[in-house]
């Protein structure tokens, strides 16, 4: 995880390897402590490499880190480079895509989803483009 200055982003790349459930809440645990001190409300994931998380994490994040993720920040803006492994991409997208609904009524999520970490990082700092015509989904 890397802090750029200029941008005023956090870019969060996961490395190939599987990772023990408690190392990927702690991570974003880090990132949620490190917006709320820096007051950025945008992120860089690249998930190229990373392997699908497990059901109890996924749970984790809709529950509990998005839920206080959302009450912290309010309006954020991420760009997503999806997985290489076809699981983790459809339980990003899905993941994604229901959080997004949850959370609509108290907090505005933009979010898009891309298969180019270069292409995701334009669209994250153009802050006027809303719309996600260069990502996947």
Same mark, same amino acid.
């Given at each position: !995880?890397?802090?750029?200055? +200029?941008?005023?982003?956090?870019?969060?790349?996961?490395?190939?390897?599987?990772?023990?459930?408690?190392?990927? $809440? +702690?991570?974003?645990?880090?990132?949620?402590?490190?917006?709320? +001190?820096?007051?950025?409300?945008?992120?860089?994931?690249?998930?190229?490499? !990373?392997?699908?998380?497990?059901?109890?994490?996924?749970?984790?994040?809709?529950?509990?880190?998005?839920?206080?993720?959302?009450?912290?920040?309010?309006?954020?803006?991420?760009?997503i480079?999806?997985? $290489?492994?076809?699981?983790?991409?459809?339980?990003?997208?899905?993941? !994604?895509?229901?959080?997004?609904?949850?959370?609509s009524s108290?907090?505005?999520? $933009?979010?898009?989803?891309?298969?180019? +970490?270069?292409?995701?990082?334009?669209?994250?700092?153009?802050?006027?483009?809303?719309?996600?015509?260069?990502?996947?989904?």
């Amino acid at each position: !995880m890397r802090a750029d200055q +200029e941008g005023k982003y956090l870019h969060l790349t996961w490395n190939e390897g599987i990772r023990e459930d408690y190392q990927i $809440q +702690e991570m974003f645990s880090h990132v949620l402590r490190y917006i709320q +001190e820096t007051g950025w409300h945008k992120i860089l994931i690249n998930q190229r490499w !990373m392997q699908p998380a497990s059901v109890e994490v996924e749970l984790w994040f809709r529950t509990n880190w998005l839920p206080r993720a959302v009450a912290a920040i309010g309006t954020c803006r991420a760009a997503i480079v999806v997985g $290489q492994d076809v699981f983790t991409r459809l339980v990003t997208v899905s993941l !994604m895509r229901e959080s997004s609904l949850a959370i609509s009524s108290v907090s505005e999520l $933009q979010y898009c989803l891309f298969q180019r +970490e270069e292409t995701a990082l334009r669209w994250l700092l153009n802050d006027s483009q809303t719309d996600c015509s260069e990502g996947i989904g």
